[in-house]
Nanobody
């Protein structure tokens, strides 16, 4: 069973930056895709970004339109960790951010394609 542990959430002013990390552990971390989703109060969970990789370890990055140019996802393969750097944060980015992983992926933007989930970390952006 793969386990995901997020860290790095908190309170930040609008325009500020935060960096989230998601560490994967377990007997056999076997994911080939990891992503970040978020859920704001009263709203459905939505796709933020994901990173997938093939056997040659070529990374493919995907972003929701609302975060392109501001958020960056990256992967540290040696540490089984994925990072999410968020710049120019806005109050509407306030949400619980969840890390997710999947052994294989068809629709990187669909939360139903991901098998493993972290507990979530709160991001609050003040105006």
């Amino acid at each position: 069973q793969e386990q995901l542990v997020e860290s790095g959430g908190g309170l930040v002013q609008a325009g500020g930056s935060l960096r989230l990390s998601c560490a994967a552990s377990g007997r056999t971390p076997s994911s080939s895709a990891m992503g970040w989703f978020r859920q704001a109060t009263g709203k459905e969970r939505e796709f933020v970004t994901s990173i997938t990789w093939d056997p040659s370890r070529t990374d493919y990055l995907y972003y929701a339109d609302s975060v392109k140019g501001r958020f960056t996802i990256s992967r540290d393969n040696a540490k089984n960790t994925v990072h999410l750097k968020m710049n120019s944060l806005k109050p509407e980015n306030t949400a619980i951010y969840y890390c997710a992983a999947a052994p294989s992926i068809r629709n990187y933007y669909s939360d139903t394609d991901y098998e493993h989930w972290g507990q979530g970390t709160q991001i609050t952006v003040s105006a």
